[in-house]
């Protein structure tokens, strides 16, 4: 999607930025999370975003968003 902003999740402001809205979130009871496109986004991200919702909510749902079409899209899972 060309018009969608892109993130560099590598880059620890961006990613630590992205985890502040998750944890500001959770703090106000949210009960899960949706990950758009997870199969770009990088897996040390996750870890921490899992890692810091669990600390406030640890029955906070995770779940992400993966489309494989075609078979060639796995090659972005990291």
């Known amino acids: 999607m060309p018009d969608l902003p892109k993130f560099n999740l ?8 992205q985890i502040s809205i998750a944890v500001m ?7 899960g999370l949706r990950i ?3 199969i770009g986004t ?4 996750l870890e921490k ?3 810091k919702v669990k600390e406030i909510n640890p029955d906070l749902f ?4 993966a ?3 075609p078979m060639s899209d796995l090659s972005q899972i990291e």
Do not use: C, M, S, T
Request: proline residues 3%; charged residues 25%; without cysteine.
């Open 10 to 17: 590598y880059d620890d402001g961006a990613a630590a930025y």
């Open 25 to 31: 979130l959770a703090k106000q009871g949210i009960d």
């Open 36 to 38: 758009d496109h997870v």
């Open 42 to 45: 990088p897996f040390v991200f």
């Open 49 to 51: 975003l899992r890692k």
């Open 62 to 65: 995770l779940f992400g968003e």
């Open 67 to 69: 489309w494989f079409n």
